[in-house]
């Protein structure tokens, strides 16, 4: 661990404190000593200025819910030096009111509970489908054997992507958004910019005038037929839309859920609850969120001089919100180390509240109760067989690797 000095010094973002996954006792450290820090810079990009972390969750609330103050537009809603701004901006999330409240609106009607219940047959169906195809395998890698193929399924029905192309958007949102890390993006981070967007506003430029020519009831047909007080949205918007729901939906349930299952594994007393009680599985799913968010962080820029848990926060000024940090602060959880299936917390992965909370949480909690269910189901005395390996990547909290022996 690092001693006070050290933290004065420490670049939270560098990759050396996220080869093993987020840093969580750097972040605990962080929390109970200097819970709003700065760091000077990031290594791996010197052009980029330093920024301030939140990791409690009290404040990492008080930002979440003062858009005025802290901005997701004006330097972009992320710390991913390698997205380019005017993509960040072209998606709500990266949008600041008035703006945001238009877009979301119109995204809303899609996600409420009640439309989201009604696709659980289909996840249910999908799910069920992938795990067939493990059958007579005594092997498999949870990550990209079930998990990828099952999340990317499912969004990839909602807009209407054709199943043969699955692999193709998998990886393309996979390079997006892991460009640090190295096996997920091999190009390094600058081919997001070069490569990885164009290829899909490319490709998503035939989705739009397919769906121009003959729509159907997919969200891509939706956002090509939507009317926003008399205006219809331009291809960048419906790209944009379209970038931040596949992404949203690739790369977040497939992170929770097999780190829930690396937990369930190593923890089997918590496994044999959800065995004995598959009605503990939804408190399961929060307790994996809290511990295991899928994005480690969001981000806000202050639109003045303010202060925050007592630091002066300058206007323009970097601040990153720290979910992997929240979701273990003692303030608020009894031994936050410990995962137990029955605790259901109350949690920040969705975000703090505020006008960016997280669109998809009826989706996603019911994908991960699905996927729960039904790999608990097929599978109850899987195992870890191998080295889990964890993304080095400041955004996506995700394992990349998950080896498993499927009958124990
Ligand atoms: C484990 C699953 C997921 C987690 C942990 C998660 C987490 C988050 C977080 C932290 C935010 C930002 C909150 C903020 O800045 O205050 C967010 C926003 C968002 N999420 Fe999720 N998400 C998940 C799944 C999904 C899914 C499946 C979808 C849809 C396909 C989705 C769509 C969105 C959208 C559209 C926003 C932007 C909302 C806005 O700006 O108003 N998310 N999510």
New binding site residues.
Partial sequence: MSTATDLKSVRVADPEHWREGAPLDLFRELSSKCPVHWSDGMSSFPGETGFWSVTNQELVHEV?RDWETYS?ELGG?VGMPWVPLDVQNGM??GMDPPK?GRL?SL?QRG?TPKRIAEHEPDIRTITKGVIARLEGRESADLVTDLAQPVVSRV?GD?MGIDEADDEIWANLMNMLVGGDDAEMNPHGPDSAGDTVIPEIVERCQVLIDARRSNPSDDLMSILVNAEIDGDTLSDWEIVMGFI??VT??ND??K??FCSGMKALMENPEERDKLLADPGLIPSAVEEA?RMF???AH?RRTATEDTELGGCPIAKGDKVM?W?PATGYDEAVYENPERFDVERNPEHQ????G????????A??RL??RVLFEETLQRYPAMRIEGTPRYATAIFVNQLKTLPVSLDG
């Fill in positions: 979440s997701s809603m709500f999330i945001h979301k995204f996600f969004i909602f931040l729901l949203a939906g977040s349930t992170a929770t969120l968010p899928a994005f969001f919100l979910y992965a969705f975000g703090a505020g006008r960016h909370f997280c669109l998809g949480t989706l996603a994908e991960l």
